[in-house]
């Protein structure tokens, strides 16, 4: 009897143990925002790491694999130096777990990075994709327009993890532009390259999966554009940030393989508040991206 108590304590003691091990955390360089990935079909919900109807969750809500919040990323600019407007910025970010580079990362959308630049106010936006280098190291230009701060939001999947994405602040010098207020639009219709963009939504509130939905039409005479051409292997895709940079949607259309008039997006606004939605479309050869921002009710 004693000694089968005694097996029983080892065991608890070693089940313990183990539980402890797999809940350490390890810190990041860059900052964790509130991210997620939307990944929809016309079929319904997209399966992502085998789980139908699973969303990519940047707050770590990865199961099972690499988690995001054990994955580091170094940043480095101008080769050490300070940034500055106006001129070309190599950024090199580094992605390592535990201590060691992260060596492999699924393509996405054409990419193994996607990369989005924003400044402070949302004035500027830039989506771009670095080249990896190997050894766990991704490297791309990119020249700031003015000084200011801008966040930098890596957006990757690493071998073994789900979507994932890492932010930085960078302060750039230079010559600062004025400060452009992000207010919502009066009307979410805009005229970008010839153009007419609608953007429509079947409810607008937070906490409540919705559908964002665009129109594209011609500027001139108002006939429906369907020869939309493929965006990184999709009719478009869609970023939406809050005011203050801290809450990130990246969404990618219902129907992948549309060619417009229209281009459905689903998603959940995670709270209330003031956002800014890019819709990027590809027609011609040319990436067209139509800005929108909207308010959010509770």
Same mark, same amino acid.
């Given at each position: +009897?004693?000694?089968?108590?005694?097996?029983?304590?080892?065991?608890?003691?070693? @089940?313990?143990?183990?539980?402890?091990?797999?809940?350490?955390?390890?810190?990041?360089?860059?900052?964790?925002?509130?991210?997620?990935?939307?990944?929809?079909?016309?079929?319904?919900?997209?399966?992502?790491? /085998?789980?139908?109807?699973?969303?990519?969750?940047? /707050? /770590?809500?990865?199961?099972?694999?690499?988690?995001?919040?054990?994955?580091?990323?170094?940043?480095?600019? !101008?080769?050490?130096?300070?940034? &500055?407007?106006?001129?070309?910025?190599?950024?090199? +970010?580094?992605?390592?777990?535990?201590?060691?580079?992260?060596?492999?990362?699924?393509?996405?959308?054409?990419?193994?990075?996607?990369?989005?630049?924003?400044?402070?106010?949302?004035? #500027?936006?830039?989506?771009?994709?670095?080249? =990896?280098?190997?050894?766990?190291?991704?490297? @791309?230009?990119?020249?700031?327009?003015?000084?200011?701060?801008?966040?930098?939001?890596?957006?990757?999947?690493?071998?073994?993890?789900? !979507?994932?994405?890492?932010?930085? %602040?960078?302060?750039?010098?230079?010559?600062?532009?004025?400060?452009?207020?992000?207010?919502?639009?009066?009307? $979410?219709?805009?005229?970008?390259?010839?153009?007419?963009?609608?953007?429509?939504?079947? $409810?607008?509130?937070?906490?409540? &999966?919705?559908?964002?939905?665009?129109?594209?039409?011609?500027?001139?005479?108002? !006939?429906?554009?369907?020869?939309?051409?493929? =965006?990184?292997? !999709?009719?478009?895709?869609?970023?939406?940030?809050?005011?203050?940079?801290?809450? #990130?949607?990246?969404?990618?259309? +219902?129907?992948?393989?549309?060619? /417009?008039?229209?281009?459905?997006? +689903?998603?959940?606004?995670?709270?209330?508040?003031?956002?800014?939605? %890019?819709?990027?479309?590809? $027609?011609?050869?040319?990436?067209?991206?139509?800005?929108?921002?909207?308010? @959010?009710?509770?």
């Amino acid at each position: +009897m004693k000694r089968s108590l005694g097996l029983a304590a080892l065991l608890g003691l070693a @089940v313990l143990t183990a539980c402890e091990s797999e809940t350490k955390a390890i810190k990041g360089d860059g900052e964790q925002m509130n991210m997620s990935h939307d990944h929809h079909s016309n079929h319904g919900p997209a399966k992502t790491d /085998g789980a139908e109807g699973s969303t990519h969750n940047h /707050g /770590g809500g990865q199961t099972g694999g690499l988690q995001e919040k054990d994955v580091n990323v170094s940043w480095t600019y !101008a080769e050490g130096q300070a940034p &500055e407007a106006g001129v070309d910025t190599k950024i090199t +970010m580094a992605f390592t777990h535990d201590g060691k580079a992260i060596e492999s990362f699924e393509t996405t959308h054409e990419q193994k990075e996607h990369l989005i630049i924003v400044s402070k106010d949302l004035s #500027y936006f830039h989506h771009i994709h670095p080249e =990896y280098q190997g050894g766990g190291v991704f490297e @791309v230009n990119n020249r700031f327009p003015a000084g200011g701060d801008y966040k930098l939001i890596a957006d990757f999947v690493p071998e073994g993890g789900g !979507a994932m994405s890492k932010s930085a %602040w960078l302060q750039v010098k230079g010559a600062p532009l004025p400060a452009v207020p992000v207010k919502p639009d009066g009307e $979410r219709v805009k005229t970008v390259d010839g153009l007419r963009v609608t953007l429509d939504f079947d $409810r607008l509130a937070a906490g409540q &999966e919705l559908m964002l939905t665009y129109t594209i039409e011609d500027a001139e005479t108002g !006939a429906p554009v369907t020869d939309l051409q493929p =965006y990184l292997g !999709a009719v478009g895709h869609v970023v939406i940030l809050s005011e203050d940079a801290e809450q #990130y949607l990246h969404v990618h259309p +219902m129907d992948e393989k549309g060619s /417009g008039p229209k281009a459905e997006f +689903m998603t959940t606004f995670p709270h209330a508040g003031i956002y800014k939605i %890019w819709g990027q479309f590809q $027609r011609d050869g040319r990436v067209i991206t139509v800005p929108f921002v909207v308010n @959010v009710l509770p």
